[in-house]
């Protein structure tokens, strides 16, 4: 190859490049010259990714189950990412926060109309037998689904639905203290938490705490408020923050809650969920009520969050 003048363009920048760092150009080429050949399954570390799914039991079905939460939370770091990207741009614009909310419903519409693998796609007694192997272990553990809500919005509107009233000026201790999902894990007669709640947050308290205090204002909500009043009006805006507010809230919800009333829903008695909780109170939409954005909602829009849906499920 001759030296053309890009040629001699582009060595005189890496040599400038190099410089900088006081780093030898001619070692760097050498080592160009050994280097392998990038390959797909290193890129994305397919053999890692493969083997990754490790059955507790001999059911052939347990696999599916593992490889479809793997899945999920794939699906779920995408969105964090994208609520990453809303949090940390100092100079976020109306335009920029539709972007990301968008990419966040393209995901959450893959999720939920792929949850039919959940709802229909697992033979029922052999999830019946497999998860017995995995008590304590319950989807409630997913970190992410958590990192997800606090990234979201305020606090206050993560509350158990009855306190959530009281939470206008309640200190990050007590905010904390009264998620939702915290409430949902507790035995009500005897107020203790359950394992599955215990473990998960033994392990994730402090992270869940540091976030709490990261996003208080710098989630959706927050950033949304700090817009212009132009691009607060903006249709298209509030309508991808609705729709990522139904699809979280409403519509996955009610998905993985048709799931469990296929698996465990069995008269007269239903089924102990692995995580323990009372889930036919806890689960659905229509019972814990939670909504990111309360304020783009209408008054009877709130009244009626996830009845329809929740009915649905239950009538499938
Ligand atoms: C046959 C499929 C499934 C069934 C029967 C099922 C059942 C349940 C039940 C009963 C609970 C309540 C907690 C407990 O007591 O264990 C729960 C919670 C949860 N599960 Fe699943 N699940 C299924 C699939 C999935 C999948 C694929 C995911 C994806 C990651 C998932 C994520 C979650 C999450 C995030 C919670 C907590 C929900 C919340 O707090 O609102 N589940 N699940």
């Given amino acids: 190859m001759d030296m053309t003048p890009e040629l001699e363009e582009r060595l005189a920048k890496l040599q400038q490049k190099y410089a900088v760092m006081g780093q030898d150009m001619l070692s760097y080429i050498d080592g160009l010259l050994y280097a392998d050949y990038l390959t797909y399954w290193d890129y994305i570390h397919l053999d ?5 799914q490790t059955p507790r ?39 920029k926060m539709r972007v990301q ?56 509107y993560l509350a158990a639905f009855e306190s959530r009233e009281a939470m206008t000026n309640a200190t990050p201790d007590e905010l904390y203290d009264n998620l939702y999902w915290k409430k949902g894990a507790t035995e009500l007669a005897s107020g203790k938490q359950t394992l599955t709640l215990r473990q998960f947050e033994k392990k ?11 996003y208080r204002d710098t989630n959706v909500l927050a950033c949304y408020h700090r817009l212009s009043p132009a691009d607060q009006k903006n249709p298209e805006i509030i309508a991808e923050m609705r729709a990522f507010d139904h699809a979280a809230n409403v519509e996955w919800p009610s998905m993985h809650y048709k799931s469990a009333v296929r698996y465990l829903m ?32 209408s ?18």
């Fill in 204 to 214: 994730y308290a402090e992270e869940f705490k540091r976030l709490l205090a990261e």
């Fill in 48 to 52: 890692v990714l493969l083997n990754l």
């Fill in 101 to 156: 909310l968008k990419r966040i419903n393209s995901y959450y519409k893959a999720l939920i109309s792929s949850f039919e693998i959940m709802v229909d796609g697992m033979d029922k007694d052999q999830f019946l037998s497999f998860r017995m192997a995995l008590l304590p272990a319950s989807g409630f553990q997913s970190a992410q689904y958590r990192m997800i809500e606090i990234a979201a919005t305020e606090t206050k």
């Fill in 57 to 95: 039991t001999p059911f052939p079905d347990e696999k599916i189950f593992i490889m479809y939460h793997q899945v999920s939370e794939l699906y779920m770091k995408l969105v964090r990412h994208a609520l990453e990207q809303i949090a940390h741009d100092e100079s976020l614009t109306g335009e």
């Fill in 299 to 316: 008054e009877d829009e709130l009244k009626d969050w996830g009845r329809k849906h929740t009915e649905d499920a239950l009538n499938q």
């Fill in 266 to 297: 069995k008269k007269p008695m239903d089924i102990k969920a692995s995580g323990g909780t009372n889930w036919q109170q806890y689960l659905p939409a229509r019972a814990r009520r939670v909504t990111f954005f309360p304020e783009l909602w």
